[in-house]
């Protein structure tokens, strides 16, 4: 005969230690054990119905299971929190053990906010809004994009909705879809990540990090023309380069350089040598940092202007490489 108590420490095992009075009572085990545990110190409890043992170290999973045990089956996880647990940019840290855990429940369960817990009620959560990772309740990729336009600023948020539009998790318009369905008039950020959408149509491919996202905004906030994302340059069927964004008309390319995204030696000399490719074809190919992009924006709309002047007067100043 199984052990009860075993069995219900072999859920909490797969939850990070937690699990909940509903699971207890599934496993038959008998109230008064349950009650004696916690006066020994040996379990304790983290929310109201929900418990783990001592000996299973306090993280942040274990609260987001905590927070699902808690509401119940209805529940996902929402917000910032589903925001990290989707691997998203644009949030400014990791969070730490003791920060809120986000949910989303339906109003009509009746709900709070509890220390550590942040209820968000809302009026329904259907089926294309509910996804899971490593088991855990949690709003959709699509869905949490939604919900960040209204917490998020407005360059987090770009740089959010970039992140998940890359290598084709979600695509642009199931994002605007579930924002039609769930976004009221007027609700915070709805038509700000409208705007993001209406932008992203038929530029090409999405922009491969934050630093890119950032430059596109760069270039938008600057008067000019758009940029397409990693085109793709062929020299008689030959693969020459991807720069991140280029006026291929004009042959201009602008390449953003941060050790995150251009990491060793090798690569670097890589990226190097594409560019040289380039600037031997007859192409302008700009050089930009991040500290470009976030200290001197206005410098970086300064060289692009400059290389899409000196192409269109089709000077006989000689191509070449262009930094900030």
């Not at 009026?123 to 998020?152: E, K």
């Not at 890359?166 to 605007?176: E, H, K, N, Q």
């Not at 940029?227 to 008689?236: A, E, I, L, N, P």
Request: aromatic share 4%.
């Amino acid at each position: 005969m199984v052990d009860p108590e075993a069995l219900l420490l072999q859920h909490a095992d797969r939850q990070h230690g937690a699990f909940s009075l509903a699971q207890v009572i599934a496993t038959e085990l008998p109230a008064t054990t349950l009650k004696r545990r916690l006066r020994a110190g040996v379990w304790r409890s983290l929310h109201v119905g929900v418990y783990a043992p001592v000996g299973a170290p306090p993280s942040f999973a274990q609260r987001c299971w905590a927070a699902l045990l808690w509401a119940g089956p209805e529940s996902v996880l929402s917000g910032r929190t589903a925001a990290f647990l989707w691997s998203l940019d644009g949030l400014d840290r990791e969070p730490a053990v003791t920060d809120d855990v986000e949910i989303s429940v339906p109003r009509a369960l009746g709900l709070r906010s509890q220390p550590g817990l942040k209820v968000r009620n809302v009026r329904t959560l259907d089926m294309p809004d509910r996804d899971a990772i490593d088991g855990l309740a949690v709003t959709s990729l699509a869905r949490t994009v939604v919900d960040l336009a209204g917490v998020l600023g407005p360059v987090a948020l770009e740089i959010a909705l970039d992140s998940a539009l890359r290598a084709g998790r979600v695509s642009r318009l199931t994002v605007l879809w579930r924002s039609n369905a769930v976004a009221k008039r007027g609700r915070k950020g709805a038509r700000r990540l409208r705007v993001l959408l209406e932008e992203r149509k038929g530029i090409g491919a999405t922009s491969a990090s934050a630093l890119e996202t950032l430059m596109r905004r760069l270039t938008i906030n600057a008067g000019l023309a758009p940029m397409v994302s990693q085109h793709r340059v062929h020299d008689g069927g030959k693969h020459v380069a991807r720069p991140d964004f280029a006026y291929p008309e004009m042959k201009i390319a602008i390449e953003v350089d941060g050790y995150r995204f251009h990491a060793g030696r090798r690569m670097w000399a890589i990226d190097k040598r594409k560019r040289s490719e380039l600037v031997a074809r007859g192409w302008i190919v700009i050089e930009i940092s991040y500290d470009d992009i976030t200290t001197d924006p206005d410098s970086v709309a300064g060289l692009i202007r400059r290389a899409r002047e000196r192409q269109e007067r089709g000077t006989a100043t000689r191509p070449g490489q262009l930094s900030a």
